[in-house]
């Protein structure tokens, strides 16, 4: 088994050993809190007792709060490794149980293959829910050993006992041995000033909701249209067709023809539900977009992040108050996605939790 299908078969695993627990989303202000709770420096009652809640559901098998790349990479961003990062990594890998959902691009290819494995009648196919989740270790996406001077057999047990090495690997133990050698990127901040100005350029072009959730998804599919060649190539591969040389013309406009049948199908409600990543990313860009008077930002990145994972995927997100107006807002509805319950208010947010300890 290459290690590609060994770690394929590990988040299968992850996943289905998962599968009988209510996934609880925490955006970093509910860890904070959380973390303030199990200090004594965070005293509302409505805090400590979903902090109860939490804990007793995943002690009880009932319940994990899954994490993303967007938490890994704000844990990280916290300044003062043992009183905040460490402390906030510690509550993570309890309530966590390590579980993390891939990171938003191979999700979005993911879902992209086994909507077309899906369409060309494919059987056998596994669930989604057994293929996006992960270990917090892998949550900005796999890398792997890559021996030199062994014969095959040798180097291909390395590289696993490598990725278990990782695979095993804590928040905390991660968060130990980064210490403050974290490095900040301006990438993300220039990202978002660009998509900040572009918001500012469209806007007086904007007319209605439901056309810039359109333009949203087709910046969307520009942007995978190239992951979406890749999975018809395999498709062909499968079927004994050679397919077109990454970069030729051929290839680019197989792309082409990919978006533009990924355009047309998400005028179907169902693509919506089986592209849900692309669903739930474009839908809060433009519901920002259209909202108009709130400037992007780069903590929308990392908020949209959360969001996508969350609602497409969870059954709780617990946030801050401008993405639960949001995903609750009349025009983006995004709770209707996967019925994904989304509160920024405390005491709702225990009520939701105990709801879940029912069912």
């Known amino acids: ?3 590609e299908r060994y770690a394929r078969a590990r988040q299968i695993a992850l996943a289905q050993s ?7 989303y925490l955006d970093l202000r509910f860890w904070i809190m959380a973390r303030e709770a199990e200090a004594g420096t965070e005293i509302d009652p ?10 007793e559901g995943v002690v009880a098998g009932k319940l994990v709060c899954p994490v993303g790349a967007s938490t890994f990479i704000e844990v990280m961003k916290q300044a003062n490794t043992q009183t905040r990062r460490l402390a906030t990594a510690r509550l993570v890998d309890e309530l966590s149980l390590g579980l993390s959902i891939t990171e938003s691009r191979g999700r979005i290819g993911t879902e992209i293959a086994h909507f077309f494995y899906k369409s060309a009648g494919g059987h056998d196919l596994h669930a989604m829910a057994d293929l996006i989740w992960t270990k917090l270790s892998y949550a900005l996406g796999y890398v792997y050993l890559n021996p030199e ?3 095959p057999e040798t180097g291909g047990y390395l590289q696993k006992e490598a990725f278990d090495e990782i695979w095993n690997a804590s928040l905390t133990t991660i968060v130990t041995q980064i210490g403050d050698r974290w490095e900040r990127s301006d990438d993300l901040v220039k990202a978002a000033q660009q998509i900040n100005a572009d918001i500012k350029t469209h806007a007086p072009k904007l007319v209605s909701y439901p056309a810039t959730y359109r333009d949203e998804i087709v910046g969307c599919l520009d942007v ?26 051929q290839w680019n406009e197989a792309g082409r023809l990919c978006r533009n049948l990924l355009t047309l199908a998400f005028e179907k409600p169902e693509t919506r539900y089986a592209l849900r990543t692309i669903h739930a990313q474009a839908s809060c860009h433009a519901g920002l977009r259209w909202d108009r008077g709130t400037n992007f930002t780069e903590n ?19 946030t801050e108050g401008f993405l639960s107006k949001l995903i609750n807002d009349g025009h983006v509805r ?17 009520a939701i939790v105990q709801d879940l300890f029912k069912h």
């Open 334 to 350: 995004l709770t209707e996605l996967n019925g994904c319950r989304t509160t920024a208010d405390k005491t709702e947010a225990v």
């Open 46 to 55: 409505d805090v400590i007792e979903l902090l109860r809640l939490l804990r």
């Open 1 to 3: 088994m290459d290690i």
């Open 224 to 249: 995978c249209q190239d992951m979406a060649a890749e999975v018809m190539a395999a498709m062909a591969t499968r079927q004994g067709v050679t397919p077109p040389a990454r970069g030729s013309a």
């Open 300 to 318: 929308h990145i990392y908020d949209f992040e959360h969001a996508s994972a969350a609602v497409a995927y969870c059954d709780a997100f617990l």
């Open 149 to 151: 001077g062994f014969d």
């Open 18 to 24: 998962m599968a009988g627990r209510a996934k609880v």
